[in-house]
Structures are given as structure tokens and as C-alpha cells.
């Protein structure tokens, strides 16, 4: 992972209950009902979407709210002013220093006003470690929205599928979410499960986040060291000229830049013959492992015959017997072509689902108006581009990716999906899961 957001009250500081004390006072001396449950309604909240929810929540006009949010800025300035002690959550000096240790990028993206977060990161001697800071005032729709992730990503040069979110609140999971970054719950004031269960990783706080990175990092590591020297040697037959000659390949791939570019070039796999210098792309059975998003994809000819596939199937734990990894939790893919295993990668680090996928193509082939024959569809793949590329007998063209479309499948259809420990998603599939729906 190349890059980490964070947010700032109540993530790495202990300001929200600050935050909170300030609201009773307030809500005391104005006259109004205010508790922990409300407080949690508007944790997370830019400062005019914390506006309209005071205006529902306490039955008061705009004006009146924002008088009562100036209030509360001047108090916490006042209390931050006198306060002589460190506002820190546990764990994050060595967080950062780690990270940063690291050469990740960082990024602060608060709801709170851009003064605010200066001034505390200032006072915490934080400043250094952030290559971006966003504030609340400087973006035009709030968390919700996923518009100040956004920006700290583009700001940072980074993808989605490349950075961490972390977070305290609902509304900021909520916002991680939509970014299709990956998001980090860190409890505080809020801790409902429902949070939890929206939120990609959960860890009670910053010290036991920082653990789970120090040990991916260390798996990850010794597992480049056992497996990236793992090769096999095979005895293939020239398609050409049918000499016989042995070859050694790699078996394994990880989420490293290395190897996923090694596999996503067109020229991944190319024998040359040694006794007529031909040379082909050699379809051969390797694992491609994603750590990081929990998914491996097998490519494996031999899967055409579903014999093998229930072989593989039945052998999985011993499938990295060399890493002793836990495979639990993982999505595993078969694919019988490489072509096949570099689309599978492109899904799933894009955060699709690769049945959905498969079922959009279904559609397409049915509700498009082609101008040439459907029969002369050979293939169809989702590319990196976001793309579908249809490859017919006798050219290749390129037709959108449609989000409407996406969306109305995986709420019609998700529901009766079977999310078995390893299977072959494909063509076959779709065409079985629609007699069998239908």
C-alpha cells in the first residue's frame, strides 16, 4: 500500500471529547437536548452538512445553528489555548515514524478548518510527516461525500485500490467507502458495529494497527524471499518445429509493482525454441496472490476438465505449504488463460466482482445493437482502462464500462451469489446462474 489518509479528531487526537464536553456547555446555556447519540450523529460531518443535521436534530433555524457552531469554536480555541497536554492517541508517534520509515506517502484530511488542523499539528510537532493536508473548508461537499479523499488522492498520486482511509466516525468510513479506497475503523466515541461491518479492517486502536502493518510487511517480505526464487523447470514441445526442451518459470506472484507488471505485459511467458527460435507464449499453471485484498488467482490450462478443477479444489491447504499462509477469507479464482488471470487481477484491485462482471457481458451481448454478427464474438475482457474489449474473429473493439448497469445487477443478483472457497467464474458460470435464477 502506497499511501495512508487519515483523519484527525478522534483519530490520531483525543479531541472529541473536547468536542463533546463543549456541546453540553453549549447545549446548557442555549437551552437544548444534547447527548452521546447525538453527538455520534454528527461526528464526522463538514461544517455545513453539521449545519442541516442541527437544523433536524434541535428544531432550529440555519442562522441560529451557525451561531452555535461559531460558539463552539470559540470555546474549543479558547480550551486548546490553555490545554498543556498532549492530545496524541497512543501509538501514533510510532505510526508515523514507521510509515514514513517506510517512504509512504501521508495525508491529513479533516472536516475540521484548515487553520484548526495546522495549528494542532503545529502543537503535536506532526507538521513534518504530512505531504498533504485538506481541511473542511477547503472542498465543496463534506463526509459523507467522498470529495475530500478524493482530493488527497490525486493530491498524493495515488489510487484508490493504493491507500488506506483511516477513520473514527460513520460518516467517514462511509465517505472511505465510496472513494473505493480501503477503509481502517479506529474507534472512538462510536463504536456501533455497524461501523465495523462497513468498514474494510477494524483494530481498537492505532498501536494494534501498526502491529498488523509490521507483521504484513514482515509476512510479505519472507514470503517474497521463499517464493520469488521458487521456479519449476517444464518440459515443453515447440508448437512448431515439436523439439522437446525444458524451461524454468516462475510459479508464484505477488502484489509487488515486479511482479504484477511482470504478468500484466503482453510478452509474459514467451519461450523462445532453442532448435527454431520460435517463439510463443507458453499458457502454463502459476498463483497470483493478493495479500492485501485477500485474493489468488490459479492459472492453470489443465482447469478446462472439471476433474482438475475439483483436484485443486480438494488440495488447497497444501497449495502454500511453503508460506504456511491462511487462506481463509481469501477469494480464489481458477482461469484456464492468462488473459483470463490478468482480467480477474484488473477486477479485483479496481474492487469489483468478477460475477457481476461476467453477468454485464451477458447483458451486453443480448441488449446491444452490434453492427456486426454476435457469432463473431470470440472473447470479452475488462481491461485496466475500465473498459470492456470485445475481440471478434477479425478485429477488437472497446465498449464502456456502465455503473447503472453494475449497480442494478449486484442489487438484483448479490444476494444468491455462493461465495465458495475456489471457483471458476466465467462464461459457463454466468449462463448457469441465469438458468438457475431464472
Given amino acids: 500500500m502506497k499511501a495512508f489518509i487519515f483523519d484527525m479528531d478522534g483519530t490520531i487526537f483525543d479531541t472529541e471529547k473536547i468536542y463533546y464536553q463543549t456541546w453540553l456547555d453549549v447545549a446548557k446555556k442555549r437551552n437544548f437536548y444534547f447527548d452521546l447519540d447525538t453527538k455520534k450523529e454528527l461526528l464526522g460531518l463538514s461544517n455545513e452538512e453539521s449545519i442541516k443535521k442541527m437544523t433536524e436534530l434541535f428544531s432550529m433555524d440555519q442562522e ?4 452555535v457552531r461559531k460558539e463552539l469554536y470559540k470555546l474549543r480555541d479558547d480550551i486548546f489555548s490553555k490545554f498543556d497536554k498532549s492530545l496524541k492517541k497512543q501509538g501514533l508517534d510510532e505510526l508515523l515514524a514507521y510509515l514514513k520509515k517506510k517512504n ?3 495525508a491529513l484530511a479533516s472536516s475540521s478548518p484548515r487553520s484548526r488542523i495546522e495549528f494542532l499539528l503545529k502543537r503535536e510537532n506532526l507538521l513534518e510527516y504530512f505531504d498533504c493536508i485538506i481541511g473542511g473548508d477547503q472542498i465543496s461537499k463534506g463526509k459523507p461525500d467522498p470529495e475530500i479523499f478524493e482530493k488527497a488522492m490525486e493530491k498524493l498520486e495515488v489510487k484508490p485500490e493504493e491507500t488506506y482511509i483511516i477513520e473514527d ?5 462511509l465517505a472511505a467507502n465510496k472513494s473505493k479506497a480501503y477503509s481502517v475503523f479506529i474507534p472512538d466515541l462510536d463504536d456501533r458495529d455497524l461501523i465495523k461491518e462497513m468498514a474494510s479492517y477494524t483494530f481498537p486502536n492505532l498501536e494494534e494497527f501498526l502491529t498488523y502493518l509490521v507483521k504484513e510487511d514482515m509476512e510479505n517480505e519472507e514470503a517474497r524471499k521463499i517464493d520469488k526464487n521458487r521456479p519449476m523447470t517444464f518440459l515443453i514441445s515447440c508448437n512448431k518445429c515439436s523439439y522437446d526442451f525444458e524451461v524454468d518459470l516462475d510459479t508464484a506472484f505477488f502484489e ?18 532453442p532448435n527454431c527460435e520460435n517463439e510463443f507464449i507458453l499458457n502454463y499453471r502459476f498463483v497470483y496472490t493478493d495479500k492485501m485484498r485477500k485474493f489468488m488467482v ?3 490450462p489443465n482447469f478446462s476438465e472439471r476433474r482438475n478443477q475439483l483436484a485443486f479444489i480438494s488440495s488447497l491447504r497444501l497449495l502454500d505449504r511453503l508460506r504456511k499462509e491462511e487462506i481463509k477469507g481469501y477469494k480464489i479464482r481458477m482461469c484456464q ?16 466482482d468478477d460475477k457481476i462482471i461476467e453477468l454485464m457481458k451477458l447483458v451486453m451481448i443480448e441488449a446491444s445493437n452490434f453492427d456486426f454478427d454476435k457469432k463473431d464474438i470470440e472473447e470479452i475482457y475488462f481491461q485496466a482502462n475500465g473498459k470492456f474489449l470485445f475481440k471478434l474473429k477479425d478485429k477488437a473493439l472497446e465498449m464502456d464500462f456502465v455503473e447503472e448497469l ?3 445487477l449486484e442489487d438484483k443478483y448479490k444476494l444468491y451469489f455462493e461465495e465458495n472457497i475456489a471457483q471458476s467464474i466465467d462464461k459457463d458460470w454466468a449462463i448457469s446462474f441465469m438458468k438457475d435464477f431464472l
Fill in 64 to 67: 441560529t445553528a451557525r451561531d
Fill in 104 to 106: 509512504k506517502k501521508l
Fill in 169 to 173: 466516525s460513520y460518516a467517514g468510513i
Fill in 256 to 273: 509487488d509493482k515486479e511482479s504484477r507488471d511482470k504478468i500484466m505485459q503482453g510478452d509474459f511467458a514467451k519461450i523462445t525454441c
Fill in 298 to 300: 490459479v492459472n492453470d
Fill in 337 to 352: 488463460k492468462i488473459e483470463e488471470t490478468r482480467e480477474k487481477i484488473i477486477i479485483f484491485e479496481k474492487g469489483l
Fill in 406 to 408: 453494475y449497480q442494478n
